[in-house]
């Protein structure tokens, strides 16, 4: 059965899981994210090249880049990985989702760096200010998620789609069902033996398990506007730059807390829960997790380096 | 005696010695030039941040910073080091050399991702046809060298101005010189004592060690017109992105070879060499030591951390 198995891989890797500058041995954001191998880079600090070279991140195969805000710490690696896939001859389309002003940004740093890119970039514009789908393919749909940061910022939301249906193996045997045959089957179709006789799919087929998500959200304010859109969300990234007890900091700042991460994740019924985008003033972020857990017990602290598998 | 004491350092550490991408566990270039406590960075790839992390370099000392050419590789750690600076509320003013173009794009990359600096920067462009004297201070002067590369590069000749005089320990006692006098005596001038007799500078001093001097000179093709500039040298940096085998792509790129870096320090009568800014297509770079000490016996191959002294 090896040859007609597709990978259900849904699983979210950390690149970098602090806050503003690399500290404490942390760096700031990055994330690859892959949906049966659809590989997903989602914001791009400095350094995240490194940090792919690192974790054995095969970086040609991502085809997309969602970026949540222009804030250096979220787009710093930008140039060097970009300029990279073209030493390496890419040439595959790369397109990246962002806020207004990327492109413009882009564009000017290789101009003055005497690049010229080996394959096309598409900028994709998103609106922070609603929620709406921005893109999809025969795998996965995104949806933006509006946030409230500092300047204009949204999150994303990765939602899988309905998996081929599993066939029942005996069954294969059984009809003699001609491998030609069984990709129409896992996706619904029944099956026409030939001496005229139909077999209805729900003999030969199982129910896919649910579809997966994942949403990304940072950076922002405590904002329970999202709830709604992230409801049921499989596994929730929240930031969570602060504890609690710097809570008017946090509030000065647009960022959150670990209780309220936490809190986000209980009221939008979370599966699992990862805290990342630790302020550098923190060194060790155990306090983070066991704030949170208090609150939300499925709670991971972000650790770079670590794949943690949307369920 | 130590109250009198001036550093009298004069060393560079390497952060980067890759070329183009980091790979092999070496990044893309980047050096810390300390000549008597003043801090120089030279060139900023990516991660040059996280290297002065890794390095123990104390960053917030750095107050010019000299950029070959705009080539990725070389710059694409300024916005983070700059944006950095300013979360750690740096107030002292920043000097950037580069040929033009760097203003522009550091300018855009700061107004798109809303960044707002606590510091001024003045940019200084250098015109990369000529050799000229660009900046001087008390403790050093420094000079562009033209290269030959793709785009608009120089290096940057760093020449020590002439050191104090050593005052003898003895003749402090001898002639119970006051503390007050002793800069002035060590600057060159004589001793006048109270009964009216004055001592010539001589009989109380020794000659300074003469002025070191460190030539950068990436990223370049082999070019005999650097010779006059950069002559005596004590320390020359040169590039070697091949081995001589390859020196057809060395000509096409507009790179230098091993063989042809220490031909250049043999014919500039400089005192030591380092080679670096190694192609990705060399794991092991033994045999670019190896290669370059067949011409040039004086050579160390550029080791990430390592800091070289210049004498």
Redesign the interface.
């Known amino acids: 059965m090896k040859s007609f198995s597709i990978s259900m891989k849904f699983e979210l890797t950390i690149l970098g899981c602090n806050s503003?500058?690399?500290?404490n041995g942390r760096?700031?954001t990055a994330q690859v994210l892959n949906i049966q191998e659809e590989l997903i880079l989602i914001d791009c600090g400095?350094?995240t090249?490194?940090r792919m070279?690192d974790f054995g991140i095969k970086r040609g195969r991502i085809k997309y880049i969602f970026i949540s805000h222009?804030?250096?710490d979220h787009?710093?690696?930008l140039?060097?990985l970009l300029?990279?896939y073209s030493?390496n001859t890419r040439t595959e389309p790369l397109t990246i989702f962002a806020p207004s002003?990327?492109q413009?940004?882009i564009e000017?740093?290789l101009k003055?760096?005497?690049?010229i890119l080996s394959y096309p970039i598409y900028f994709k514009v998103t609106n922070p200010e609603i929620s709406s789908k921005i893109f999809e393919n025969e795998v996965f749909e995104v949806y933006t998620i509006p946030l409230q940061h500092?300047?204009p910022t949204n999150g994303y939301l990765f939602r899988e789609k309905e998996r081929p249906r599993n066939i029942i193996p005996e069954k294969i045997q059984e009809y003699e069902i001609p491998f030609s045959q069984i990709p129409a089957i896992k996706k619904g179709e029944d099956l026409k033996l030939p001496d005229g006789i139909t077999i209805p799919n729900e003999e030969l087929t199982l129910s896919p398990p649910p579809p997966r998500s994942f949403a990304f959200c940072s950076d922002t304010v405590y904002n329970e506007a999202i709830i709604p859109i992230i409801d049921g969300v499989d596994l929730l990234y929240h930031e969570a730059t602060f504890l609690h007890e710097r809570l008017q900091r946090a509030i000065q700042t647009k960022h959150s807390t670990a209780l309220q991460a936490a809190q986000i994740a209980q009221k939008s019924n979370a599966g699992q829960l990862i805290i990342g985008h630790f302020s550098s003033r923190y060194r060790d972020v155990t306090p983070f997790l066991e704030e949170a857990q208090s609150f939300f017990e499925k709670t991971h602290v972000a650790e770079e380096g670590k794949t943690y598998q949307v369920i």
């Open positions: 503003a500058k690399p500290a760096h700031p400095e350094g090249q490194n070279n222009l804030h250096g787009i710093f690696g140039p060097g300029t990279s030493l002003g990327l413009e940004m000017v740093v003055n760096s005497g690049s500092r300047v």
